[in-house]
């Protein structure tokens, strides 16, 4: 049903600034909630940041309170994480996520599909 595209990953130093997109299939992208989440090496995938179906409700980890900002266009079916004050313990494989009917839960299993995930590596 949703397909969903990264892009935006890459290299960057610390103190840096990142903009990662996800362009969502289909024509019921307003009726799901959008999340990322990253996973660095050998540990679990963990939240970032969620965003509801509106925008009216966004959530961030409190790793990256203030300097990240998760925003959508619905016109365009995208989904953006403005990364910024990057930090090299940022560096992990982010992930876009859907979660149909959902009111931007920090919870993995909540979501429905998921991206396939871009590297974001944050130098010292």
């Known amino acids: 049903q949703v397909q969903l595209v990264e892009s935006g990953g890459g290299l960057v130093q610390a103190g840096g600034s990142l903009r990662l997109s996800c362009a969502a299939s289909g024509r019921t992208f307003r009726m799901y909630a959008m999340g990322w989440f990253r996973q660095a090496p050998g540990k679990e995938r963990e939240f970032v940041a969620a965003i509801s179906w509106s925008g009216g409700s966004t959530t961030y980890a409190d790793s990256v309170k203030g300097r990240f900002t998760i925003s959508r266009d619905n016109a365009k079916n995208t989904v953006y994480l403005q990364m910024n004050s990057l930090k090299p313990e940022d560096t992990a494989v982010y992930y876009c996520?859907?979660?149909?009917?959902?009111?931007?839960?920090?919870?993995?299993?909540?979501?429905?599909?998921w991206g396939q995930g871009t590297q974001v590596t944050v130098s010292s």
């Open positions: 996520a859907a979660d149909f009917g959902g009111t931007a839960t920090m919870t993995l299993g909540e979501y429905d599909y």
